[in-house]
């Protein structure tokens, strides 16, 4: 009987570990740290010409598809395929060497 009080408390505490969240990633942890929401975003238009959310912070990069409400990719020819639209890296102090 002590065997299956064992299982069921190591059962419990692995059920529990798995609960684990991890780190915010709402917030930027590098060199200057802060909310991510603070930052400029620009828009990364693909090479299918679907719109992509970019930041560069410096030394880190965030990068998202923007979605409509319905989950449909936002296609909407701010720009030429493959380029780089808005102030995306005017979020950071830290400057980008490439």
């Known amino acids: ?4 009080k064992y299982l069921v408390f190591a059962g419990a505490a692995l059920g529990l570990a798995a609960c684990d ?3 915010d990633k709402s917030i930027d942890r590098g060199i200057n740290s802060h909310d991510l929401s ?3 975003a620009g828009v990364w238009v693909d090479p ?5 959310w970019i930041i560069d912070d ?9 979605l ?5 990719p936002v296609c909407s ?3 030429a395929p493959t380029t780089v639209v808005g102030p995306f890296q005017s979020g ?4 980008d060497p490439l």
Do not use: A, F, K, W
């Open 38 to 40: 603070t930052m400029v």
């Open 21 to 23: 969240t991890g780190p």
């Open 68 to 72: 409509q409400p319905d989950g449909t």
């Open 1 to 4: 009987m002590n065997g299956i």
């Open 58 to 66: 410096g030394v880190e990069g965030y990068l998202s598809e923007r």
């Open 92 to 95: 950071s102090p830290i400057p």
């Open 77 to 79: 020819g701010v720009g």
């Open 48 to 52: 299918n010409g679907c719109d992509h």
